[in-house]
């Protein structure tokens, strides 16, 4: 059976609207999904520190736009706008389990011009792509010192008109922490996910949660690390890197049809976070995209191109709403 991926993010959203109704008599904090640091979830530490909220929601709208930058092997141009939300449910089942479900939605747009001079008498392959993550995951804390971590990812990345089961791909995560005090726990482990026609990602899981001191700390962010500094109570100013990937199915009227464009970068960027009342937070991001590859496949995973762009700058937006 064949599906649309917009129809997708409809579904998504109604899951987590049904999850909000539930979840609106709790308190905030965000409890990520994994791609966004299962492992931070390990931070609360169990025995006579604090109870969490036995069910906490969150809403992340978010918004980016990635200036137009040149390729270095060709005369193409590539700007990239991208709109999404992320859904984040977080469940207390024991003093020592907590489960997370965490819902991705997101949108991007692709500019390409004189995309022919990266893949000869082909025009612009791709223009709006769509992906959808469901991460379920869950910590379970053997003791005050050492916990596990685990969970899945269910992934689906195409253009409009792809179906589920040509832009699907599927993984998981497995790690093991140790706090070594209230202020630093470390987690190490693996994440392993399939790629659409490419070889499977195998990565480290590395996790880290850090308070310095009362105003500064280091944790991860997804494939990276953000140093935060707390200005005052309700504005946090941080710097951040981490490594993306994003694989699309494209259509089979593309200039590569049922081929796969796959994205992988590293931005590098600042982040001034303000919170007005404490379930909601505004953060404005600015920064560099330091490297940029675009690689090309077709149907049967041969790869026809690949280029990278010249550093360009990025700016970001996002609203996170905790219930």
């Known amino acids: 059976m064949s599906f649309a991926i917009p129809r997708v993010l409809g579904l998504a959203g109604l899951l987590c609207s049904a999850a909000a109704a539930v979840a609106q008599t709790s308190e905030s904090p965000l409890v990520p999904a994994p791609s966004s640091g299962e492992a931070q979830a390990q931070s609360e530490p169990t025995g006579d520190a604090p109870a969490r909220p036995a069910l906490s929601f969150t809403i992340t709208p978010r918004g980016e736009y990635t200036f137009e930058s040149s390729l270095r092997k060709s005369d193409a141009e590539v700007s990239i706008s991208r709109a999404g939300v992320d859904f984040d449910l977080g469940y207390q089942a024991s003093e020592r389990l907590r489960l997370s479900f965490g819902i991705e939605g997101e949108a991007s747009w692709y500019n390409f011009s004189n995309f022919g001079s990266i893949l000869p008498n082909a025009n612009d392959p791709i223009d709006d792509a769509y992906l959808v993550r469901f991460a379920p995951g869950a910590r379970f804390a053997i003791d005050r010192s050492w916990s596990i971590v685990g969970g899945g990812i269910i992934e689906f990345a195409g253009e409009r008109d792809v179906s589920l089961g040509d832009a699907g791909t599927y993984g998981g995560f497995g790690g093991v922490g140790y706090r070594f005090s209230d202020d630093l726990l470390l987690t190490a482990g693996v994440i392993i996910k399939s790629r659409l026609e490419d070889d499977v990602l195998v990565v480290p899981l590395l996790g880290v949660r850090w308070q310095i001191n009362d105003r500064l700390s280091l944790e991860n962010e997804t494939l990276g690390f953000r140093l935060s500094a707390k200005v005052s109570d309700q504005i946090v100013c941080s710097i951040f890197t981490r490594y993306e990937i994003r694989d699309y199915r494209l259509a089979d009227d593309s200039s590569i049809p049922d081929g796969v464009l796959e994205d992988s ?59």
Request: hydrophobic fraction near 50%; avoid cysteine; aromatic fraction near 10%.
């Open 265 to 323: 970068r590293v931005p590098v960027g600042a982040t001034v976070k303000w919170t007005p009342s404490p379930n909601v937070a505004l953060a404005l991001s600015a920064g560099a995209i330091v490297w940029q590859r675009f690689e090309f496949l077709d149907a049967q995973g041969v790869r026809l191109a690949d280029d990278r762009t010249r550093p360009a700058a990025f700016v970001g937006l996002s609203v996170e709403i905790g219930f």
